[in-house]
């Protein structure tokens, strides 16, 4: 129904207070929005009907980017692995002799102790005999055996890098056992244009609601103020991430130069990722974790088996014919069997003294973020934004539904 009455059938400081309502509504449903993408991180609410993979239910939500951690660190991972890190040639750059040298003590210690105790548990009456000069002999020799094994299974582990380490089944379920470590990545790296969406959808927001002001003076239905608030709520949303990413070129109209609010940070994000990424997901300790206890653990200790074996060989050679008189060939075959477990066993412990040179020799952090700082502007949004943008749709309409409940407040106001 179109008004005749105009200007007369609402007060003034009513038609005054529209843009800055606008102003609000537009505000407060990006705030809303954006906290509903990454919060709350487990469903809340009453679960009686929930789509798959989807964020809300019958009465409940969850945020999306927790929703879809699983698929959406999948993407980010394969976008990393084409883009910024090879991971063969990343495990590459180690140095199997540096890497035997900072290992070598630890596994010294492993030795002396190991054969102490196995040689004591086989054959005790004749250890206990044994001058020291021959027993010292056996760690001299094991001293001399151990820079050669320790070179030869890194080595090997390099060949067979991808047997021994998935290093995408291990970042997704990082990602999605510590979901506040995928939400971490998206709020850092997008912080200033998360600041960005939040101010502006006031700033949108009250130039829409001078134009519903305008309206207001000849269109007086009360209905038409939720559908405001849906425009207004929907718009702020849209109009904010698009100007996050695009225009994807630079664009010179006059003295000003238009681009994506994303990419003239692409330095800055860059350092960002980076830095998260292998604080959080890529670091030496998870690595080497995933390595020793994860889905491939299996090969990884037949390498470490065949390279232990091969090192006992060398090692007891020099009491074997002690040994052999003592116990007999099988039960010294036993022994070094036994001998080549306890390394197998204890060498995993000591692979923390590696940490330092493998940070330092993977160098990823640096290698990731010289990379994303490289990469053309749609490459580089293509290592974040399509993880989750296939969610901006429920984002903005998100906007839309929390803008008309406002709208509804507004009818209230104006209809008293």
């Not at 976008?79 to 035997?100: Q, R, S, Y």
Request: overall charge negative.
């Amino acid at each position: 129904m179109v008004a005749t009455a105009g200007v007369g059938d609402y007060e003034w400081w009513k038609y005054f207070i529209v843009p800055f309502m606008s102003g609000a509504v537009g505000w407060g449903t990006n705030v809303l929005a954006l906290h509903m993408t990454f919060y709350p991180l487990e469903f809340f609410g009453i679960n009686l009907f929930r789509p798959k993979g989807q964020p809300w239910g019958f009465f409940g939500w969850q945020g999306i980017v927790p929703t879809k951690v699983e698929k959406m660190a999948g993407v980010t991972f394969d976008l990393m692995t084409t883009k910024l890190i090879d991971i063969g040639e990343m495990f590459n750059k180690l140095d199997p002799n540096i890497f035997a040298d900072v290992m070598k003590d630890g596994l010294l210690l492993i030795v002396d102790s190991t054969i102490d105790e196995i040689a004591r548990k086989h054959m005790p009456t004749v250890w206990d005999a044994l001058p020291h000069d021959v027993k010292n002999g056996i760690i001299v020799s094991a001293a001399e055996e151990c820079p050669e094994f320790l070179a030869g299974f890194m080595i090997d582990m390099q060949k067979h890098i991808f047997d021994v380490w998935d290093a995408k089944a291990m970042s997704i379920k990082t990602c999605v056992d510590n979901k506040s470590v995928f939400n971490e990545m998206f709020l850092e790296c997008g912080e200033k244009e998360f600041a960005f969406i939040r101010l502006s959808g006031f700033y949108f927001g009250f130039l829409f609601g001078c134009v519903q002001m305008g309206i207001l003076f000849f269109f007086t239905e009360s209905w038409f103020m939720p559908i405001c608030g849906f425009i207004v709520g929907w718009f702020t949303n849209y109009l904010a991430l698009k100007v996050i990413f695009r225009p994807l070129v630079p664009v010179k109209i006059g003295p000003f130069t238009i681009h994506g609010l994303f990419f003239t940070r692409q330095n800055e994000v860059s350092e960002t990722f980076a830095r998260v990424i292998t604080a959080e997901i890529l670091h030496t300790s998870a690595i080497w974790n995933d390595i020793l206890h994860g889905k491939k653990q299996k090969f990884f200790h037949a390498i470490l088996r065949m390279h232990s074996i091969l090192f006992t060989d060398k090692l007891v050679g020099g009491f074997k014919t002690i040994a052999v008189a003592a116990m007999g060939t099988d039960q010294f075959c036993i022994m070094k069997e036994d001998i080549a477990t306890k390394i197998i066993e204890k060498l995993p412990d000591s692979i923390d003294q590696s940490f330092k040179y493998t940070t330092q020799a993977l160098d990823i952090e640096n290698t990731m973020r010289d990379k994303l700082k490289e990469l053309s502007c749609a490459e580089f949004e293509a290592v974040l934004h399509p993880a989750f943008e296939e969610d901006e749709i429920t984002l903005i309409f998100l906007g839309g539904v929390l803008g008309s409940l406002v709208g509804v407040a507004q009818m209230y106001i104006f209809s008293n």
